[in-house]
């Protein structure tokens, strides 16, 4: 048990949700600077047609995404072992490496790769400060202690997405990368200085934390994430097009768009902690009913900016209220495979954001209009609630047959004592 000072206690988890606001806005930044990335680096295609070069700008997006998936149960089975605070150390001198390079390569292809390198630590700090920040906070505060560290993620949307987006459209898309990559460096010192010294896990191994993929709940509720939460990202990696194609309005609204939205994430979140630590199984179905809500008038209400800025608050603020709920549920399906259990909410999370702003791009690029996002995320999200429900009736009927052997195995044991009983009865006589 790790005995703290309030005043300690702060300052570690304040560095902790540091490290995730880095994150949230080396994640998110380039969906407010798409056109000017695609100008950039892609001026031929950009000339050729907007749309088509916008499109492929968005693999920067996938590119981050992708690199998410591979990282998060790579590196969280390979360093389960290890001092969580010498780890957590480690992942952000990554992230600065990934962001400096992303800023300074010359080709779209060299960003790209830099984007996917860049990715690569994202799963594994988010799981293993979501697992330190729980245990400072204390025991029953999983869910508290995963939003804790997401805050970070949603608070970069109302402060450090839109001020950096701003940054990159005044001084270019370059500057706002060196930008996030100072954040990295900051919150480096800060978990050097704040966070406690945590050892790791003896008894951890490689096969002991990949042994969660021998679990079928965990590949279901990886899908609920991977699926169901790709909605959010088919619309939010638009956003900037949304505002200024779809609306027609100057992009220096872009940034204020991205302020809604981060609020909306923010008080998702905490709600989302809260209730993932009181009712997982309805926090994740409110979640995607609000989701699904939320998408169908995004669809309806893009053509005016009005709608744009309503929808895409509540888009915020529901898709956060699924992130701390599906991190927690991971973590109890996974058993001993705490860890990666941890990091693997974030690779389903990016799969859903790499497939999100394919598909978005598609369908953009086909020219079904700005709508056209929305009703994707719709169809995705219905999968997300699908998936929902069968991982809980699995787990019901799971519970049950458990709960039927264990009375079977009382039942027996109990006349095996009344048969030894009369034996004893008779020897007696």
């Not at 609306?247 to 923010?266: H, Q």
């Not at 953009?364 to 209009?369: L, M």
């Amino acid at each position: 048990m790790i005995v703290l000072t309030t005043r300690r206690k702060t300052l570690a988890l304040i560095a902790l949700a540091l490290g995730g606001f880095g994150i949230g806005s080396t994640e998110f930044v380039a969906m407010g600077l798409l056109p000017n990335i695609a100008q950039d680096l892609l001026p031929g295609l950009y000339a050729r047609s907007s749309d088509e070069g916008i499109a492929q700008a968005g693999w920067l997006v996938s590119a981050y995404a992708l690199g998410v998936v591979v990282g998060a149960p790579t590196i969280a089975a390979m360093s389960s072992h290890l001092p969580k605070k010498k780890l957590l150390m480690g992942l952000l001198a990554l992230f600065v490496v990934g962001t400096v390079l992303s800023a300074v390569l010359p080709t779209f292809g060299w960003v790209l790769g830099a984007r996917f390198f860049a990715g690569l630590p994202h799963g594994a700090y988010f799981g293993i400060a979501s697992i330190v920040a729980a245990t400072i906070m204390g025991p029953g505060n999983r869910g508290k202690g995963v939003a804790l560290v997401l805050s970070g993620l949603t608070i970069a949307n109302v402060i450090g997405v839109p001020s950096i987006t701003a940054l990159g459209q005044a001084q270019g898309w370059r500057a706002a990368y060196l930008a996030v990559a100072a954040i990295f460096a900051l919150t480096f010192v800060a978990v050097a200085l704040a966070v406690p010294r945590m050892e790791g896990d003896s008894s951890a191994s490689m096969r002991r934390e990949l042994s969660a993929f021998k679990k079928p709940q965990v590949w279901l509720v990886m899908g609920i994430g991977a699926i169901g939460f790709g909605g959010f990202f088919a619309v939010y990696s638009y956003i900037a097009n949304a505002v200024t194609e779809g609306a027609g309005v100057d992009e220096g609204v872009v940034p204020w768009v991205l302020v809604g939205v981060g609020v909306g994430m923010t008080i998702g979140n905490v709600i989302g902690g809260w209730a993932s630590d009181k009712n997982l199984k309805a926090a994740l179905t409110v979640g995607f009913v609000g989701l699904i809500t939320a998408l169908v008038a995004y669809a309806l209400l893009v053509d005016g900016i009005v709608g744009i800025f309503v929808t895409t608050f509540f888009l915020g603020l529901v898709s956060s209220m699924i992130g701390p709920s599906v991190q927690s549920r991971l973590m109890e399906v996974a058993g001993e495979s705490q860890v990666i259990g941890a990091a693997l909410n974030h690779s389903s999370m990016n799969l859903g954001n790499s497939a999100g702003a394919y598909l978005g791009g598609a369908v953009i690029a086909a020219g079904f209009g700005f709508a056209a996002p929305g009703w994707v995320g719709v169809a995705l999200a219905l999968v997300g609630v699908v998936l929902t429900v069968i991982s809980f009736r699995l787990q019901r009927s799971g519970d049950a047959r458990q709960a039927a052997l264990c009375a079977a195995a009382s039942e027996a044991d109990h006349k095996e004592d009344t048969d030894t009983g009369s034996v004893f009865v008779v020897q007696g006589r």
